[in-house]
């Protein structure tokens, strides 16, 4: 099955600096790379996703790129602002019966930390 | 559209007894999934519906856990007999098909004492 892998676990960063997570996948067959943030004792929210046909997407302070070569994908933030403060989970599509892009493998986490 | 809807947002149970937790997917939507997030970890999924069907449950426990999606009414997931291992956030997600993503609820924080 899928295994993906989160970096780094906590990350600091001044605001208006850009903050960089990373990830990687094991299953090549995979497809779809979804990102989301979660604040504390709250919903993860679906921030960006990116599928394989394409190598980087965009919105606004936000993008995702992908390398299906080496496997791995990464969320960029750019201008970070406090609000931004969360943990950020990566996912990768399990594969098995009934393929479907809600059955996902998360990543560990990664709280980021905006300091004003 | 309301999103999707959990109930109850808190559960207390003591050891023994048992959860049910509701889920109500959004509207038009027929694929249900339920994850547990522990404390500080990523979020696991547990089990893959649709109406009537269970998909795939390869990452439900064996015992004491089981899920339905019947055709009137919310997705339950039922703990049975409750340890304190269980103690964890529950979250629902749904989607209107395979294909699409899949939107989380505010989820059910789980507490056994």
């Known amino acids: 099955g899928e295994n993906v892998e989160q970096h780094p676990s906590t990350l600091s960063v001044q605001e208006g600096d850009s903050a960089v997570i990373k990830c990687t996948y094991s299953d090549s067959a995979s497809n779809y790379f979804p990102w989301y943030k979660q604040e504390l004792g709250k919903r993860p929210q679906l921030i960006i996703d990116i599928r394989s046909n394409v190598g980087e997407k965009k919105d606004q302070r936000i993008a995702v790129t992908l390398n299906k070569t080496a496997k791995h994908f990464s969320l960029h933030i750019t201008e970070t602002q406090p609000e931004d403060s969360a943990v950020y989970f990566c996912?990768?599509?399990?594969?098995?019966?009934?393929?479907?892009?809600?059955?996902?493998?998360f990543g560990r986490g990664t709280q980021l930390t905006v300091w004003p | 559209n309301a999103g999707v809807m959990q109930n109850p947002r808190h559960l207390v149970r003591r050891r023994g007894q048992e959860a049910r937790l509701r889920c109500s997917p959004m509207?038009?939507?027929?694929?249900v999934y339920w994850y547990r997030q522990l404390p500080e970890e990523g979020l696991k999924f547990m089990v893959y519906?649709?109406?009537?069907?269970?998909?795939?449950e390869s990452g439900m426990p064996k015992e004491r856990f089981s899920a339905e999606f019947p055709k009137e009414g919310p997705s339950i997931l039922r703990i049975q007999q409750v340890v304190r291992g269980d103690s964890a956030a529950y979250f629902c997600?749904?989607?209107?098909?395979?294909?699409?993503?899949?939107?989380f609820g505010q989820g059910t924080r789980l507490t056994v004492v």
């Open positions: 997600a749904s989607s209107p098909g395979p294909g699409t993503e899949a939107f």
């Open positions: 519906l649709q109406k009537e069907n269970i998909i795939d």
């Open positions: 509207k038009g939507h027929s694929h």
């Open positions: 996912a990768a599509p399990r594969s098995g019966r009934g393929s479907t892009l809600g059955r996902l493998y």
